[in-house]
């Protein structure tokens, strides 16, 4: 690290799990003796060399890392401003970021000894990297996934039958991601002793929102060597989308101590933030309690959560990872929302201008980068972590484009 | 000395089980929550837990969130419940009563709000099912202050450690869940759940209470001889959203009666 560069001190979570006010372990008795278990070992594991080095071997051979970065030059040419860079995720086996912590906590389950391993999905993306890890290592795998979302990601849910999973349609509530964490928590709950519990994004009780993050850290370690060799020097700004915020902490963390880089989240606006149909927690939640943390919450004067809406399922969540909320509140990063409308024009400008489909949650952080190049100078860099790839987004592209595929 | 612990004391000096069931206020509407309460008490319920409704509720199996959605979609908030457990206490002052929900809608109130409120209402006791211990203890501090109990929970997973903290903490009684799930899941072990209770009731010094899963008087009665009290949830949920308008309080009664008589006929 350059000498000459102000370094943010920074030191979360707590032994508790306490970001600022946010984070914490907020379960119910039946769940403590295995969040308790799952801290101990995990403690154990993240600095035990084996461990680490299996990680390594398996991001390298079997996800495809590290994932390159891309410049996107006819895009950057197309704006007239600061350069456009993408931090390719959407290269990953199985197509997304996911899959760095998928693989992260399956290495631990099995540690643990347990044979079956259950998740929650909302655009499919986690429930396909789960069900792949549990088929690459025999596990049994079974994945929750709202009514509403296995419509909208039919494809994701046959990818994950051919994987062996079982995927189950969640029925309650407002059968969105929210609905499908709460059902793969009775599921825990109930067979406690033999399953692991996957959760896929930077919530839940601790240690969950830091093994997550550390797990996709690996995306901004690679980030600061990667742009140095590209272009000598770090980006001006990191984007990245967020619903519950893992790939935005993966690439967000590394870079946190680097005072001079703006990181920048990006939520969904949905129909615009006045519609009140939008998903965008930090931008106009209020901080509460859901799904064992306290973090921003879209929630009604009662503190009853209220239905999200974003053209993402990936994003359609009404809390976000309590380390995000923190963040927000003491300045280190910054969170803007982008609609529908322009999360989809700037998945068609990625289509065409650079032949890189994006996945629409990822199409959101485009959007942003789009929205500021322009107002930059052309010697500063965005970097845009594009997470995902949109392959498994065609139907939902085409039915708003009034086409039947 | 509180409600709940006069129930206990006056209860044990009869050699008699407290009998605890548990509803959703607002399900099948607000107005049936005071009668319903009044119908277990002529029933033989001895304290009553209050369900506040939650739109997440991550504890609860696929009946009380159906009853939760109900009164959800009649609009019922906390506010409503302590309207009604303040109804209630205009024409009944002994019966304990006991909220039991979701940390969220209490943050949203505000604990300071939400103490005063509940205290003058005539509320005894308050089970946060997502907040453990080490989460409470701010609430803990403001609901002493007003004079109510803090109920927390044991499970068939919790260590002899944790068993020994949370019994020095608890106030009112504990509540041990005597199955690893939801609430109305599959039946218990009855021999296994009441060698836990033994083990926990050698730490404890408040009562301690069993529940999740009981769902007939004889389950009650073998947990009877065990544990100081029953608790009845998703069975009365059940047949509440089972009952027409016309039949739904004698059906209320005549549930408890059968878990009484059960109880009573214990040891």
Redesign the interface.
């Known amino acids: 690290m350059n000498a000459i560069e102000k370094v943010f001190e920074y030191d979360m979570p707590d032994s508790?799990g306490y970001f600022g006010p946010y984070g914490?372990?907020?379960?119910?008795?039946?769940l403590?003796?295995?969040i308790d278990e799952l801290k101990h070992q995990y403690e154990r594991y993240r600095q035990d060399p084996e461990f680490l080095a299996e990680l390594t071997y398996e991001l390298k051979h079997y996800v495809g890392r590290p994932s390159p970065i891309y410049h996107a030059k006819r895009l950057t040419a197309q704006l007239g401003g600061a350069q456009i860079y993408l931090k390719r995720e959407d290269l990953n086996h199985t197509g997304a970021h996911k899959i760095n912590n998928t693989i992260g906590q399956a290495m631990l389950a099995r540690r643990m000894g347990k044979r079956r391993v259950i998740a929650e999905t909302g655009a499919g993306q986690h429930g396909v990297a789960t069900a792949t890890v549990a088929a690459r290592y025999g596990m049994q795998c079974v994945v929750y996934m709202g009514s509403e979302d296995v419509h909208r990601q039919a494809q994701n849910v046959y990818r994950m039958k051919l994987l062996g999973a079982e995927v189950v349609p969640v029925e309650?509530?407002s059968k969105t991601l929210?609905?499908a964490m709460?059902e793969a928590?009775?599921d825990w709950?109930?067979?406690?002793?033999e399953t692991f519990y996957i959760i896929g994004t930077v919530a839940g009780p601790h240690p969950y929102p830091t093994l997550v993050r550390d797990f996709n850290a690996v995306v901004g370690r690679e980030c600061l060597t990667q742009m140095p060799d590209l272009i000598g020097k770090q980006p001006d700004v990191v984007l990245a989308c967020v619903g519950g915020g893992s790939n935005a902490m993966g690439i967000f963390y590394p870079y946190i101590p680097h005072e001079s880089v703006r990181l920048i989240g990006v939520e969904a606006a949905g129909d615009g933030l006045s519609s009140g149909r939008h998903a965008a927690s930090l931008s106009a939640g209020?901080p509460?309690?859901?799904?064992?943390n306290r973090t921003y919450?879209l929630?009604d004067?009662?503190?009853?959560?209220?239905e999200t809406h974003s053209i993402s399922a990936g994003l359609d969540y009404p809390g976000v990872g309590p380390e995000h909320s923190w963040l927000k509140d003491c300045g280190r990063a910054s969170y803007e929302a982008i609609t529908d409308e322009e999360a989809l024009h700037a998945f068609h400008s990625l289509c065409r201008l650079e032949g890189i489909i994006p996945a629409l949650e990822s199409s959101h952080a485009v959007a942003q980068a789009m929205k500021m190049a322009p107002t930059m100078s052309p010697e500063q860099v965005l970097l845009v972590n594009l997470s995902g790839r949109g392959d498994k987004d065609m139907a939902t592209v085409a039915e708003r484009s009034g086409l039947l595929l | 000395m509180s409600r709940i612990a006069t129930t206990f004391a006056r209860l044990a000096g009869t050699a008699r089980k407290a009998l605890i069931p548990f509803f959703t206020v607002g399900d099948p509407q607000l107005e049936m929550a005071v009668p319903i309460m009044q119908a277990l008490v002529a029933g033989g319920a001895d304290i009553l837990e209050l369900g506040v409704p939650?739109?997440?509720?991550?504890?609860d199996?696929?009946t009380i969130?159906r009853s939760s959605?109900r009164a959800?979609s009649n609009g019922v908030?906390?506010?409503d419940v302590l309207a009604v457990v303040a109804e209630f206490r205009q024409t009944d002052t002994l019966t304990p009563v006991v909220l039991m929900g979701?940390?969220?809608?209490?943050?949203?109130?505000g604990f300071a709000t939400f103490a005063r409120h509940a205290q003058a209402a005539g509320v005894d006791g308050v089970l946060v099912?997502?907040?453990?211990p080490?989460?409470a203890r701010r609430f803990k501090e403001t609901l002493s202050q007003v004079d109510i109990d803090t109920i927390?929970?044991?499970?068939?997973?919790?260590?002899e450690t944790?068993i020994q903290e949370?019994a020095q903490l608890a106030t009112g009684y504990l509540y041990y869940?005597s199955l690893?799930?939801?609430t109305g899941?599959a039946t218990i072990d009855v021999e296994a759940v009441a060698a836990q209770v033994a083990r926990i009731r050698r730490q404890a010094t408040v009562p301690v209470g069993v529940g999740f899963g009981i769902r007939d008087g004889e389950t009650a009665r073998c947990l009877g001889e065990v544990a100081d009290a029953i608790v009845v949830g998703s069975r009365l949920v059940e047949t509440i959203e089972s009952s027409s308008k016309g039949e739904l309080l004698g059906n209320v009664e005549g549930l408890m009666r059968e878990f009484r008589h059960a109880l009573d006929n214990a040891s």
């Open positions: 508790q914490g372990a907020f379960m119910s008795e039946t403590v003796a295995a309650s509530g929210k609905d709460n928590m009775r709950v109930t067979h406690v002793d209020i509460g309690v859901l799904h064992g919450l929630q004067a009662h503190g009853q959560i209220i | 939650f739109s997440d509720p991550m504890a199996g696929p969130q959605e959800l908030t906390l506010t979701y940390a969220n809608p209490i943050e949203r109130l099912v997502d907040y453990p080490v989460e927390f929970l044991l499970a068939p997973t919790t260590t944790r949370i869940v690893r799930g939801v899941a």
